[in-house]
């Protein structure tokens, strides 16, 4: 959580921007299915399925400004403010978790993991996770800071952005590693727009949890 008071910083100016496949997700997910947005931001995506008649949304983010923001604008959304590592809801209660450029916010490859297992104990049995967010990119700008900050953080990808953000792009590897427990439905390669303007190369991830759960 040592990036909180950088996201409640930005939470008024920040826009969002990796896309949402709607046509997608619409396949595994029923409108009266409960979703759970973690690290929803102001609540855009949440708005999305909101507005095309998804009605069982529930937004958790660390941020209390990014929540207080979502609440302004989305007064109708159920936006809650994430207090600690551990997801309050529980065990199988949701059908369905959305995780958009979260894990670019998350350095470490222990608290990633921990972040995942959590998702996993929410998820009902054959629960849909649909997760988009950054991956290496191999142009001088992104190499020049990857590798002046491998030496910091230990983790080729992890970089310090001037305005205060710790941010993570990943190796495909390790994506794969940490979506293991899913079986991928969907995995494709996108050009993000990042939130400072600038391109990198994203994916987005549709996978299910295990019948056994
Ligand atoms: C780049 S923004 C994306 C927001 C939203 N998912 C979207 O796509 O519009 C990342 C968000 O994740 C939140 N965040 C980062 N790490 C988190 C964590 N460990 N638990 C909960 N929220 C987190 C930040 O506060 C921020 O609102």
Request: charged share 25%.
């Amino acid at each position: 959580m040592e990036q909180q008071k950088y996201w409640d910083s930005v939470s008024k100016k920040k826009e969002f921007t990796t896309p949402f496949h709607a046509e997608e997700f619409t396949k595994y997910v029923k409108k009266q299915d409960t979703i759970l947005d973690v690290g929803c931001g102001y609540g855009r995506t949440l708005d999305e399925l909101y507005q095309i008649g998804y009605q069982n949304l529930i937004g958790t983010d660390f941020s209390e400004g990014m929540i207080e923001r979502g609440k302004r604008q989305f007064p109708y959304l159920d936006l809650r403010k994430k207090n600690s590592a551990v997801i309050d809801l529980p065990d199988d209660s949701v059908d369905a978790v959305i995780l958009f450029a979260v894990l670019t916010c998350i350095r470490g490859n222990t608290e990633q993991k921990e972040l995942m297992k959590e998702i996993r104990r929410v998820l009902k049995p054959n629960g849909i996770l649909y997760v988009n967010d950054f991956l290496l990119n191999t142009d001088e700008r992104n190499i020049t800071r990857y590798q002046k900050y491998y030496n910091k953080y230990d983790i080729y990808g992890v970089f310090e952005l001037p305005e205060g953000a710790i941010c993570r792009h990943h190796s495909e590897q390790w994506i794969n590693e940490l979506l293991s427990d899913f079986t991928a439905i969907k995995y494709e390669h996108l050009t993000f727009t990042t939130m400072n303007g600038n391109k990198s190369n994203g994916f987005y991830f549709i996978g299910k949890t295990a019948q056994s759960g």
